[in-house]
């Protein structure tokens, strides 16, 4: 019998060994193409859409300007969860819930002063179990609401009411930014020696629970509301503070380019690549506070320069997170500095904007200074931004949110509706004129087919808040008929002459009234249709019209 060869091995192992070595193969060629493209890949702007795409959205348009839909207005704190570190953040209260209020009761329950069933003959706002029930009640009837904290229960009205007053966020803001309420409620009693509350009344109805100020003059005692002022904003134009101090920063500064009096989206992606750049090359950015509001936001339908930056977005936590200071503050310094001495302040001119950052990244100047003077759109601040820098500079949209003051608007319409109310957003104005773009709008946003489609979307009877551009305002009647229709002019009292917003805005206009104009109106109405339960859009629900024209969907 002839032996076996120890040479040979069986076909079957020599099969196995070579599909384990292809297999290995391909594990190893795939974690080296992960690999590099874990290296090389940079992610996108948050926006609504890619870096590249935005670039040729500028750039295929005439005079390469930003002309999408300004019928929505979304910043920061709109597109990415805010994420502040804690050495920048405001301290913020740990939100109330369910927990933290048992906790609270058996501290109440335990302590030795706790009170008999019989102090339960007549309503107590002082008792701590009154402010427990209110608490409990929010919970229960906002449930979008954060609540972070409570000041004490005031008599109201009657002997059975109690007025409040608390700090919440709504849980549809990515940001920490705080809000107050106030309101009445009348308590009666449960069972086991407990408060519960009979009813309540709606937004800052517990008008006793507002702070109060001792009325100055003609030795009079007595008590006044407050001036109407938000007491968490702080936008306040920082100093740059010593001469010393001045020379030893390091400035980024921008001249005016042809973005002034471009859309407002145009200008927050230009102004972001600026600052963006200053980040990048750890300079702070001179700002220039002077909007030009484009004529797209205007009755007049024309440019109108002078709009302060604070009127739109949130300068306060702008400087809280990026380092700024505004040009007037930057050039009274600059002058003072050379006036005063022999050596002049380092300075480089930058004219064009093919000079890269990577370029000045190791330039030593005190001031970098961007000119740009090139005809459009050559003079674009956004074109630094462009090719080999968009791998660099990463615009940063969390630094951009909008006016806290707008905001304070949103939350009184939307604690007005008891946060409890669905949104419809109807796009009409230029483009339901353009019939050859937009061949169906017109008829597909009409007053019948707008209720004919919204009664298969949402429950009769409801709060229904319309976000719209159509100017005229009995436009949505017909819809009455099945819901509470709200409208944005609905609430003009919020930024009328007797507001919070009209005396602060007119602090920061030198006392001179500010128009309400077209960009806050937009800010406003999407906003307030984020918050929304049930939102309808336009050219998602209510037409098959493309959003940006004829096939373009």
């Given at each position: 019998m002839k032996e076996p060869n120890p040479g040979t091995e069986p076909i079957g192992q020599n099969l196995i060994k070579l599909i384990s070595n292809l297999c290995f193969s391909v594990f190893v060629f795939s974690v080296l193409i992960f690999t590099a493209i874990a290296i090389t890949y940079q992610p996108p702007d948050p926006w609504l859409e890619s870096a590249p795409a935005l670039t040729k959205l500028f750039t295929q348009n005439e005079?390469?300007?930003?002309?999408?839909?300004?019928?929505?207005?979304?910043?920061?704190?709109?597109?990415?969860?805010?994420?502040?570190?804690?050495?920048?953040?405001?301290?913020?209260?740990?939100p109330i819930t369910e927990v933290t209020i048992e906790k609270t009761e058996a501290l109440i329950n335990d302590s030795s002063a706790q009170s008999s069933c019989e102090d339960l003959e007549k309503v107590n706002c002082s008792?701590?179990?009154?402010?427990?029930?209110?608490?409990?009640?929010?919970?229960?009837?906002?449930?979008?609401?954060?609540?972070?904290?409570?000041?004490?229960?005031?008599?109201?009205?009657?002997?059975?009411?109690?007025?409040?007053?608390?700090r919440f966020r709504n849980k549809k803001e990515k940001s920490w930014r705080k809000y107050r309420d106030f309101r009445r409620f009348r308590l009666g009693f449960g069972e086991?020696?407990?408060?519960?509350?009979?009813?309540?009344?709606?937004?800052?109805?517990?008008?006793?629970?507002?702070?109060?100020?001792?009325?100055?003059?003609?030795?009079?005692?007595?008590?006044?509301?407050?001036?109407?002022?938000?007491?968490?904003?702080?936008?306040?134009?920082?100093?740059?503070?010593s001469e010393a101090s001045f020379r030893k920063g390091r400035y980024l500064y921008y001249s005016r380019g042809g973005d002034y009096c471009k859309g407002m989206n145009h200008y927050m992606w230009s102004f972001l690549c600026g600052l963006?750049?200053?980040?990048?090359?750890?300079?702070?950015f001179v700002m220039d506070f002077s909007v030009c509001l484009a004529a797209t936001y205007n009755p007049s339908n024309k440019d109108e320069e002078g709009k302060d930056f604070r009127y739109y977005f949130d300068f306060e936590h702008l400087k809280e997170v990026a380092s700024v200071v505004e040009e007037g503050e930057f050039l009274r310094d600059w002058k003072k500095w050379d006036r005063s001495h022999k050596r002049k302040v380092p300075l480089r001119k930058v004219v064009t904007h093919k000079v890269t950052p990577m370029q000045l990244k190791k330039d030593r100047s005190t001031i970098i200074w961007r000119q740009f003077d090139a005809p459009e759109p050559e003079n674009y601040w956004y074109r630094v931004?462009?090719?080999?820098?968009?791998?660099?500079?990463?615009?940063?949209?969390?630094?951009?949110?909008?006016s806290k003051r707008l905001m304070n608007i949103v939350t009184?319409?939307?604690g007005q509706m008891d946060w409890d109310f669905d949104a419809v957003h109807v796009v009409r104005g230029e483009k339901a004129q353009n019939k050859e773009l937009w061949p169906h709008l017109d008829y597909d946003t009409s007053p019948d087919m707008l209720l004919q489609k919204l009664k298969g979307i949402i429950q009769p009877w409801r709060h229904l808040y319309v976000a719209t551009n159509e100017p005229f305002y009995n436009y949505f009647d017909k819809l009455r008929s099945q819901y509470k229709v709200h409208l944005l002019d609905d609430y003009k009292a919020l930024w009328g002459n007797t507001s919070e917003w009209y005396n602060e805005t007119m602090q920061l206009n030198n006392n001179r009234p500010v128009e309400f104009d077209g960009y806050m109106r937009v800010a406003v109405d999407t906003e307030v249709l984020y918050r929304a339960k049930t939102k309808v859009e336009t050219f998602y629900n209510l037409t098959k019209d493309c959003k940006d024209g004829v096939n373009t969907c």
């Open positions: 005079n390469a300007t930003f002309k999408n839909d300004d019928s929505v207005l979304k910043t920061g704190e709109d597109l990415v969860p805010v994420v502040v570190a804690p050495a920048i953040a405001p301290s913020v209260a740990d008792d701590p179990r009154a402010l427990i029930a209110i608490e409990r009640f929010n919970l229960r009837v906002f449930k979008s609401i954060v609540f972070l904290e409570y000041q004490s229960p005031v008599n109201g009205s009657k002997p059975d009411e109690c007025d409040v007053t608390w086991n020696c407990t408060y519960k509350v009979v009813h309540a009344d709606g937004w800052h109805s517990g008008v006793n629970a507002r702070r109060f100020r001792a009325r100055a003059g003609n030795g009079t005692r007595g008590k006044l509301a407050p001036p109407a002022r938000d007491e968490q904003i702080n936008d306040t134009i920082p100093t740059l503070g963006g750049e200053a980040m990048f090359l750890n300079r702070t931004c462009e090719g080999q820098a968009s791998k660099y500079i990463q615009r940063p949209w969390h630094a951009l949110w909008k009184e319409i939307s």
